[in-house]
């Protein structure tokens, strides 16, 4: 991944009136021009209307800071003189560490302030049913050979979970393919990041997200998504982020997306949420692998499916059609009521598109109606699985370039 990982910084800092509350909200100006492109401090005084001197002293403080480095000759200006001195984001300074917890995994990611993945590491676990606390001592392990392989210091661990997490993002409140219920996370993680002999890891700020949300933001961030998309993904359960305007739409108390509870049938089986006929009961892990014939099989439900279809088994190939066909009905309804210029497929069903597809395809181009709509509006992620672990280490350094003012005290 490059810089580009992390256009449209989004420094949201407010306006105060005090001039220390001012040269932050600058540091955050100067921080995300420098994190689109190396740029020279003239280039970046042009691009902020800050002058060159301002620009200068901001530079050097985000320097001490570790966020940037002189990155050698800036590109020539055409400009009659000697080109100037480049600064880049430092591939060096704070990193972001991402942490997951599925129901059949474990996984950690360390990310550089340009979006490079510097480690990464995946557990196959079963986690259903499974204490916190075992998990977490499982996750802490995980973080520090993580941490100790990227050779950097985190600014800040974000934690994606297939769970209900509220705007606070302190408490997973129901996870219901992990048996799990009103989780306070950082407070879980953080004395098994002690135990673990991680000590300093304990005392970053931790964040949690659905993995869904962060799969979409990691779409936006690092994949092909548009200004507006839905983007629907499947582990054991299946959720969904809608982006609008290029941002996450969260609902009044951080619920949106619950895509897999979506209605599609009302009279079809009970789901596990108490509601009758939901879209995970026909597109879930347990759904189509029960309609496949392989429930009970050990290994990963996704690559069961797909080495079978690949194969040519009749009845997988029928249970991923008719998943298809309960996606593209759910989709279709989120379709007509959002207007996405585009729908995306991304965790499991990345893989499992080519199946999936042509099943979805015909059931959004027979319910969506009343706007145009083409197949070329549906379309797959090339992250893939690794969307919502991206999305949380990714999402911790956007955060440092959003205001440097927390790490280049001055």
Same mark, same amino acid.
């Given at each position: 991944?490059?810089?580009?990982?992390?256009?449209?910084?989004?420094?949201?800092?407010?306006?105060?009136?005090?001039?220390r509350?001012?040269?932050?909200?600058?540091?955050?100006?100067?921080l995300?021009?420098?994190?689109?492109?190396?740029?020279?401090?003239?280039?970046?005084?042009?691009?902020?209307?800050?002058?060159?001197?301002?620009?200068?002293?901001l530079?050097?403080?985000?320097?001490?800071?570790?966020?940037?480095?002189?990155?050698?000759?800036?590109?020539p200006?055409?400009?009659?003189?000697?080109p100037?001195?480049?600064?880049?984001?430092?591939?060096?300074?704070?990193?972001g560490?991402?942490?997951?917890?599925?129901?059949?995994?474990?996984?950690?990611?360390?990310?550089?302030?340009r979006?490079?993945?510097?480690a990464?590491?995946?557990?196959?676990?079963?986690? *259903?049913?499974r204490?916190p $606390? =075992?998990?977490? %001592? &499982? /996750? !802490? @392990?995980?973080?520090?050979? #993580?941490?100790? +392989?990227s050779?950097?210091?985190?600014?800040?661990i974000?934690?994606?979970?297939?769970?209900?997490?509220?705007?606070?993002?302190?408490?997973?409140?129901?996870?219901?393919?992990?048996?799990?219920?009103d989780?306070?996370?950082?407070?879980?993680? *953080?004395?098994?990041?002690? $135990? =673990?002999?991680? %000590? &300093? /890891? !304990? @005392?970053?700020?931790?964040? #949690?997200?659905? +993995?869904?949300?962060?799969?979409?933001?990691?779409?936006?961030?690092?994949?092909?998504?548009?200004?507006?998309?839905?983007?629907?993904?499947?582990?054991?359960?299946?959720?969904?982020?809608?982006?609008?305007?290029?941002?996450?739409?969260?609902?009044?108390?951080?619920?949106?997306?619950?895509?897999?509870?979506?209605?599609v049938?009302?009279?079809?089986?009970?789901?596990?949420?108490?509601?009758?006929?939901?879209?995970?009961q026909?597109?879930?892990e347990?759904?189509?692998l029960?309609a496949?014939?392989?429930?009970?099989?050990?290994?990963?439900?996704?690559?069961?499916?797909?080495?079978?279809?690949?194969?040519?088994?009749?009845?997988?190939?029928?249970?991923?059609?008719?998943?298809?066909?309960?996606?593209?009905?759910?989709?279709?309804?989120?379709?007509?009521?959002?207007?996405?210029?585009?729908?995306?497929?991304?965790?499991?069903?990345?893989?499992?598109?080519?199946?999936?597809?042509?099943?979805?395809?015909?059931?959004?181009?027979?319910?969506v109606t009343?706007?145009?709509?083409?197949?070329?509006?549906?379309?797959?992620?090339?992250?893939g699985?690794?969307?919502?672990?991206?999305?949380?280490?990714v999402?911790?350094?956007?955060?440092?370039?959003?205001?440097?003012g927390?790490?280049?005290?001055?």
């Amino acid at each position: 991944m490059s810089a580009s990982a992390m256009r449209e910084p989004e420094g949201v800092l407010p306006g105060p009136a005090s001039q220390r509350g001012m040269r932050r909200a600058n540091l955050a100006l100067v921080l995300g021009v420098i994190a689109l492109a190396p740029r020279s401090r003239a280039e970046v005084a042009a691009e902020t209307g800050l002058t060159r001197a301002a620009v200068s002293s901001l530079a050097e403080q985000l320097i001490a800071a570790g966020l940037v480095v002189e990155a050698g000759p800036a590109a020539p200006s055409g400009k009659v003189g000697r080109p100037g001195t480049a600064l880049g984001l430092n591939p060096l300074g704070p990193g972001g560490l991402g942490a997951e917890i599925g129901v059949e995994h474990l996984g950690a990611c360390v990310v550089d302030l340009r979006g490079e993945v510097r480690a990464w590491r995946r557990r196959e676990v079963r986690n *259903r049913g499974r204490r916190p $606390a =075992a998990v977490m %001592a &499982d /996750l !802490a @392990e995980l973080l520090g050979s #993580a941490v100790a +392989e990227s050779g950097l210091r985190p600014a800040g661990i974000t934690l994606a979970v297939p769970g209900l997490v509220g705007i606070s993002g302190g408490v997973l409140q129901r996870a219901a393919n992990l048996g799990w219920e009103d989780v306070p996370l950082a407070a879980g993680l *953080r004395p098994e990041l002690r $135990a =673990a002999g991680a %000590a &300093d /890891l !304990a @005392e970053l700020p931790v964040e #949690a997200d659905n +993995e869904a949300n962060l799969g979409g933001l990691a779409e936006r961030w690092l994949g092909e998504g548009p200004e507006h998309f839905l983007y629907v993904s499947a582990e054991a359960g299946v959720g969904a982020a809608i982006v609008v305007g290029g941002r996450l739409l969260r609902g009044a108390r951080g619920y949106a997306g619950e895509f897999g509870h979506l209605p599609v049938h009302p009279d079809g089986p009970r789901c596990a949420c108490g509601a009758n006929g939901c879209l995970e009961q026909y597109a879930g892990e347990a759904a189509v692998l029960r309609a496949a014939g392989l429930t009970g099989l050990p290994g990963d439900w996704v690559a069961l499916l797909a080495e079978r279809a690949e194969a040519g088994r009749e009845r997988v190939l029928a249970a991923l059609a008719g998943a298809g066909t309960a996606l593209g009905t759910a989709a279709a309804g989120a379709v007509n009521l959002l207007d996405p210029e585009r729908v995306v497929l991304g965790g499991g069903y990345a893989r499992l598109a080519p199946w999936l597809l042509p099943a979805m395809q015909a059931e959004l181009s027979a319910r969506v109606t009343v706007r145009p709509w083409s197949d070329a509006r549906l379309t797959v992620s090339r992250l893939g699985r690794r969307g919502p672990l991206l999305g949380a280490a990714v999402g911790v350094v956007r955060a440092v370039v959003a205001d440097p003012g927390r790490l280049a005290a001055g």
